[in-house]
């Protein structure tokens, strides 16, 4: 190849990372999962998930998903505002479950506080059996950080 290795012209150097196509589905591999150490503005315990592209030109690109919501439970006899609620909060993460398929032996841990150190540790011992695992997801390329004028590719929803 011409122009390889040293000397760089630094002028020459791209300055914008390459963003995926947004128009299609992409095949990914979980390759982390992170839950955070706070909660969101209405107290939810939230997750970060990063994955590795696995299609054609994109392969090995890493594409993340800075919150994903864990799933909250409602009793039976809540009334039907709050299950409606309740399901709509759980939505997104049960379609991470299913585009990855998802499956255990044992129940997910539940982190009630964020603070509470041993329930983290269980959360996160008990995702780690699932990184490797294949699903497939759109993207939403969008400014980051608002006002630089930089587009980055994110996780919008799960397939």
């Not at 997104?92 to 255990?104: A, E, I, Q, T, Y």
């Not at 699932?130 to 759109?138: N, Q, R």
């Amino acid at each position: 190849m011409e122009n390889e290795g040293i000397p760089v012209n630094f002028g020459d150097l791209p300055i914008e990372s390459a963003v995926l196509e947004d128009d299609r589905p992409y095949k990914v591999e979980l390759t982390k999962v992170t839950l955070a150490l706070k909660t969101d503005k209405n107290g939810n315990v939230y997750c970060a998930i990063q994955c590795a592209v696995l299609d054609d030109d994109y392969e090995g690109l890493p594409i993340n998903r800075s919150y994903l919501a864990l799933p909250i439970g409602v009793s039976a006899d809540a009334p039907k505002k709050m299950r409606i609620r309740v399901q709509n909060h759980n939505a997104p993460f049960g379609r991470f479950v299913r585009s990855f398929k998802l499956k255990s032996s044992k129940p997910m841990p539940a982190v009630l506080d964020v603070r509470d150190e041993v329930a983290r540790t269980a959360w996160q011992e008990y995702m780690e059996q699932f990184i490797g695992a294949h699903g497939e997801v759109t993207v939403e390329n969008s400014e980051f950080p608002a006002g630089s004028g930089r587009v980055r590719s994110a996780i919008n929803d799960f397939v």
